[in-house]
């Protein structure tokens, strides 16, 4: 089975390290523990119709790196990388566009998308997304780690794509 | 402890120096490093041997990439150390994620060990627990704390503007239905009493009261604006009792109880919530829903859905019909006090202004879904708070 790394990337206290658990573990912690350095989890996605089984590396990294993670050696071969932000707060929304750029420049034709989280808090109010965000072309997930919305969902999508174009 | 925001830039940090016998490099990494596994493997990436407590996490045979998650992909990088003396791959502050987080967090350094062909990896636990850490740990959590709370704060700020706003419609909506759908009939009297004096200048006494008639059938239906206007007023005004509710059992209380024609069905589906919400709130919005799809259907036969999905805050219902529909050009206008798309004797058209305005006032809303130039039915879907904001 082939591994791909996946790097997820965003602002401190989004949900990276929520949405990694709910993915591998299916759990979900309400006690915030900022993640300092990297933590690399391990997930298997089944085969489907249209690819086979792979393995993705996942790197759920330290918020606090911001653009200074794209020369850093963490990311390395990374195959694909989520671009993660808090739905609730903008400024961490403003930053995804940052590190989208910053990802694209230096990770040309890599898998990209972007996933806006905690929609559980929305409490059915509108989503709304910087203009940027909701016109930029790149894929966009809504997400919650603490309901587990769609989080499968957009893991599996990035490993379907990741085997389509032979990342 | 590595600095996030300043990290190594390359892969060639530390390095030991070329002239340095490979093993003495590694006995001088071992000491500055606070090192407490090492682990060989051979070119075939395959581990050969292993020491220290840290190294627990893989065993002698396994494939250096099954477990040491962070190698993966970084094989030809690893095989490029071999005749660069001095060259080192370095990844401070890896933690290999586990279940019962079990592992401890890791600086690992790969060199080439020159003699024998062999690769060496250091194992250091990461200094995560320096007051350093736990400092800047302490100001993230800080951080993120007050963020959210300012997220938090915003967010009630905006509640409360959109509230302001709501209740300055509240007042333009008033003094519009005041000056039209009151002073139309309110003029209409005036013609009516001009009318009749000349009426009764001329005798006609029979046309005079006929007059008189309608003047108390005017007034009649004013008295029922007045009082229907200053029910929808006190919406939300009343002090309501919030208590436990199965919103199922109002469903089908509400089918029950009203006069359903011959020919129609009602099907209750979906998953319908416990809450603790204003029973007569929802039984008047369901009621009045429910009661307009059979009132306001084109067809001796028809068929309406109540459909309800929960959610962590909120949870919806959606009323199904299959009528003839709604434009959507009226949608809006449909739920202000006085406007109905078909007037019927007796009615104030009232009934979906009342609905509107008590579910805006609980912190819910309503959304109408109808496009009947592509397909019958309307969707009257609403998204109703499980608690009730202070």
Excluded at chain 1, 66 to 88: L, N, Q
Excluded at chain 2, 53 to 76: K, N, T, W, Y
Excluded at chain 2, 325 to 354: C, K, V, W
Excluded at chain 2, 365 to 383: A, C, H
């Amino acid at each position: 089975m082939s591994a791909h790394k996946v790097m997820l990337l965003g602002e401190i206290g989004v949900g990276k390290s929520s949405l990694v658990k709910r993915l591998v573990f299916d759990r979900f912690e309400t006690d915030y523990k900022p993640t300092l350095g990297v933590d690399v989890y391990r997930y298997e996605v089944p085969p489907s119709k249209t690819h086979a089984a792979i393995t993705l590396i996942i790197w759920d990294t330290d918020g606090n790196f911001g653009e200074a993670m794209f020369r850093h050696v963490y990311m390395k071969e990374a195959s694909a990388a989520f671009i993660i932000g808090d739905v609730t707060r903008r400024p961490t929304l403003d930053t995804m566009l940052t590190l989208s750029k910053g990802f694209r420049e230096h990770f040309p034709g890599r898998y990209e998308a972007l996933i806006v989280n905690k929609i559980d808090l929305l409490d059915g109010e509108p989503l709304n997304l910087p203009d940027a965000l909701s016109h930029n072309r790149k894929r966009v997930f809504h997400t919650s780690a603490m309901t587990g919305d769609n989080v499968q969902f957009a893991f599996h999508e990035a490993a379907a794509e990741i085997l389509r174009r032979g990342l | 402890m590595t600095d996030p925001v300043n990290p190594p830039q390359t892969d060639q940090n530390d390095a030991p120096e070329p002239a340095t016998s490979p093993l003495l490099a590694a006995g001088r990494l071992l000491a500055e490093r606070g090192v407490y596994g090492l682990i060989w493997f051979g070119e075939d990436l395959y581990v050969t041997a292993r020491y220290g407590r840290l190294a627990d996490f893989i065993e002698v045979g396994d494939p250096l990439l099954h477990a040491c998650l962070p190698l993966i992909g970084l094989e030809s990088h690893i095989h490029g150390l071999k005749g660069q003396p001095g060259k080192v791959i370095d990844l401070p502050s890896v933690l290999i994620a586990s279940s019962d987080n079990s592992l401890p967090r890791l600086n690992l350094t790969v060199f080439w060990y020159e003699e024998g062909n062999h690769f060496l990896m250091l194992l250091a636990r990461s200094s995560s627990h320096s007051d350093l850490e736990r400092e800047l740990s302490k100001q993230m959590r800080a951080r993120l704390i007050a963020e959210t709370a300012v997220a938090e704060k915003s967010r009630e700020l905006a509640r409360a503007n959109r509230e302001l706003a709501r209740a300055n419609q509240d007042l333009e909506d008033f003094a519009a239905i005041i000056s039209h759908d009151l002073k139309s009939p309110l003029r209409a009297l005036r013609y009516a009493t001009e009318d009749m004096a000349d009426l009764l200048a001329a005798g006609d006494i029979k046309a005079c009261l006929h007059r008189l008639e309608e003047i108390g059938q005017r007034t009649q239906r004013m008295s029922a604006m007045m009082t229907a206007l200053l029910d929808y007023a006190s919406v939300g005004r009343k002090a309501e009792i919030a208590e436990p509710v199965a919103t199922r059992r109002i469903a089908e209380d509400i089918t029950r109880s009203l006069a359903i024609p011959d020919g129609f069905t009602i099907e209750i589906a979906g998953r319908w919530p416990e809450v603790t919400t204003v029973a007569a709130a929802l039984d008047l919005v369901l009621r009045n829903l429910v009661q307009n799809a059979i009132i306001h259907h084109d067809l001796p036969t028809g068929h309406i859905k109540l459909e309800a999905k929960d959610g962590r805050k909120s949870f919806t219902i959606s009323v199904i019909d299959d009528g003839p529909g709604i434009d959507p050009t009226h949608h809006a206008a449909i739920l202000l006090p006085f406007r109905t798309l078909n007037p019927r004797p007796g009615s104030t058209g009232m009934g979906l202004a009342f609905v509107s305005r008590t579910i805006a006032t609980l912190g819910g809303r309503l959304e109408i879904f109808s496009e009947p130039t592509t397909k019958r039915g309307t969707t009257f879907r609403l998204v109703w708070p499980k608690t009730l904001d202070a």
